[in-house]
């Protein structure tokens, strides 16, 4: 299975029904093919929708919906729009249930950069900063590791998104969690040893007494 | 309110204005005043929008051309002539939290001085701003931002001047405009007043200076 496709299948079990959600640019997008079956949340994309549906069929997009990387999508029945300042004050003010978002690095007590590498990549933050201050649960999706190292690090070497640390940062190979701020292994993906979530980790992880195999939302089922 | 040619309108706009553009990644952005400042060649430019869309999209084609000295915006990520101009030290880019930057352009117009707001707490974005610590939690202090010019997408717009948006076009239109000094409105649709019902009317008249014809 692809790592990405692991990573949103784990990610749709956090869905409870009737929340409000953000997914991000990238493999937190995925999620949403993935959610469980029974279960209605509400997607937001930031620049100003509330029901977002899938990429529309070939002739039926219009141009003036989009998401929050400017693609086309659909709006679902209930579904409603408003204008930036109404977006982020939902973000902010704590009325969004859980937040999806890519990262480059997260610390050891989970605190997030995911926005810019200096001298390299300067795309801006556009809403993470806020998302990830503002959200009631922030989940970071990401690979465990690019070109060979850990993106779950001691200390972030890359500016932060926000000092306030993400609740569950989930990869292809573990879910880990920041109790106490302290980086906590809970959960290992079908197939993968805690030793080798071990060594593909920088930071100091924790094992937690009540370790198990990830689940993952079966293919398809929304 | 007042209705002028494209070109009326986009003359008003000296070299050197400061203009805030509605749009999100190109969508909802006034295309004919953005073709017109172009073909003008309206320079010095500071931008205030979310983005600056893509090459040859919307707020794109100002920065193709090297009409803007300075943006203040959420995202440059879209449009590499942005970054490019950045680093040689064409345009001075202020990047700004996506939420935060809506709302200090709520704020200037509305009346207020400012913000606080916790985004941006012990990252970069602190860098400089006055904190404020209530009731034990940490903001930071935005200041509000006003423009010269808003130049805002509209999808009906009324004989008086009344606005309506469409779908995800609106994001930072209706804000704008309370927020400039002149507010310039490129609507997809004229329609007659009453056309959009009171309760449907999302940006009043009064905050409308001019209305392009088409």
């Known amino acids: 299975m692809e790592p990405s496709v692991i990573i949103a299948r784990r990610i749709a079990q956090e869905l409870r029904d009737g929340m409000l959600v953000n997914l991000g640019i990238g493999i937190p997008t995925q999620v949403a093919n993935y959610v469980p079956a029974g279960i209605d949340v509400f997607f937001q994309s930031e620049n100003g929708l509330i029901g977002t549906g899938s990429v529309p ?24 729009t408003f204008d930036s300042a109404t977006s982020f004050g939902l973000i902010r003010g704590g009325h969004l249930d859980m937040t ?53 690090v001691k200390e972030c070497r890359l500016p932060l998104t926000s000092v306030r640390p993400a609740d569950l940062v989930v990869t292809e190979l573990a879910v880990i969690a920041f109790p106490g701020g302290r980086a906590t292994l809970l959960e290992v993906a079908p197939g993968v040893a805690v030793a080798d979530v071990l060594a593909a980790t920088e930071a100091p992880l924790t094992v937690s007494s009540e370790l198990h195999t990830m689940m993952l939302t079966a293919e398809g089922s929304s | 309110m007042k209705t002028l ?20 990644m190109g969508v909802g952005t006034p295309e004919r005043l953005i073709d017109e400042l172009v073909r003008r ?41 942005t970054q490019k101009q950045m680093i040689a030290g064409k345009t001075d880019v202020d990047l700004v939290p996506q939420g935060t930057l809506i ?13 606080l707001t916790a985004t941006g707490v012990g990252t970069v974005v602190e860098e400089g701003k006055p ?28 004989y008086r001047g009344n606005l309506t948006y469409a779908l995800t076009a609106r994001n930072f239109n209706p804000v704008i405009a309370t927020a400039a000094d002149t507010v310039i409105v490129d609507a997809e649709n004229i329609v007659p007043t009453g056309v959009i019902p009171p309760d449907h009317v999302m940006t009043p008249a009064p905050l409308v200076d001019y209305l392009v014809a088409h």
Request: net charge positive; with cysteine.
């Open chain 1, 57 to 80: 069929e070939e002739g039926m997009h219009h141009r003036l919906l989009t998401d929050a990387g400017g693609k086309a999508v659909t709006a679902l029945p209930g579904a409603c």
């Open chain 1, 100 to 152: 999806v978002l890519g990262g480059l690095e997260v610390d050891a007590a989970g605190r997030l950069a995911n926005w810019t590498i200096p001298g390299k990549m300067v795309p801006g933050m556009g809403g993470a900063m806020d998302l990830v201050s503002g959200a009631k649960r922030v989940v970071i999706a990401m690979q465990h590791t690019a070109k060979g190292k850990s993106k779950i």
């Open chain 2, 5 to 24: 040619s494209l070109e009326q309108a986009a003359a008003l706009v000296p070299d050197g204005a400061s203009v805030m553009i509605g749009g999100f």
């Open chain 2, 41 to 81: 060649g309206t320079g010095g430019l500071t931008v205030i929008a979310n983005d600056t869309a893509m090459a040859g999209v919307g707020i794109g084609k100002l920065i193709s051309a090297g009409l803007v000295r300075r943006a203040i915006v959420s995202h440059i990520g879209l449009n590499p002539e």
């Open chain 2, 103 to 115: 709302e200090r352009i709520r704020a200037g117009g509305y009346g207020l001085g400012g913000i």
């Open chain 2, 131 to 158: 904190t404020l610590t209530l009731d034990g939690k940490k903001f930071l202090v935005e200041r509000a931002l006003r423009a010269d010019f808003a130049l805002v997408n509209a999808f009906l717009a009324d």
